[in-house]
């Protein structure tokens, strides 16, 4: 399956808009942002738990992103509520489920393979610790390496930001609403720079709060050549 796989394109999804699709285990449901790949695959997606649901023991061969938008996420190694953001290095394994039901945004396989670090973090609880140098964005940082920067970030209201993205970039709504070039994002809206873009958005007369991944396009063919075949 390829889904929004060109990564040299600007992609807007709202994905509130999508429909739930059924994933193989009981209860476990997503809506796709992108995807390169069947079931193991380098993907980007908002997954949804039912109370009680479970997805069976696996090893994550190419590492795993997620931030917890509603409920508590659990597994073997603890409970993870709304603003928890991990990240499970390659090879690393678990029972991922939710005895409450939750909503995570998640992306597999787009970890380096010497990426081995692991984080765990409740975002939520955490306070901005590092001023953007661009005017009216504070920011809460989650990860940062050579090849990525993650952070939650707040634009204030009444802002205009630009910013020149060389290693593209990619901004998941939270609370709020802004534009870009013209069009209106909502929360849960989901929007990818390429490459050499340039960020150009406006928020209005509240501020808006962000999940914001900068860099990490620059190598998403080093990505895809790993996938399993």
Known sequence: MRLNADFSKRVLVHSQKIDWIDSPMPGVARRPLDRIGGEVARATSIVKYAPG?????????GGEEFLVLEGVFQDEHGDYPAGSYCRNPP??????GSQLGCVIFVKLWQFQPDDTKGVKLTS???????????AGVSVIPLHQDGFEQVSIETW????????LLEGGAEFFVLDGSFSESGEALVKHSWLRLPVGSTLNAKTGGKAVR????????????????RLPR
Not at 53 to 61: A, G, L
Not at 91 to 96: D, E, L, N, V
Not at 124 to 134: A, G, I, T, Y
Not at 156 to 163: C, D, P
């Open 53 to 61: 649901s479970q997805f069976s023991s696996h090893v994550h061969s």
């Open 91 to 96: 090879q690393s394994s678990h029972t991922p």
């Open 124 to 134: 939520n609880l955490m306070q901005v610790s590092d001023k953007s140098d661009l």
């Open 156 to 163: 204030e209201a009444n802002s205009e930001i630009v910013q």
């Open 210 to 225: 962000l999940w914001v991944k900068r860099g990490h396009l620059l190598s998403v063919e080093e990505q895809e050549a």
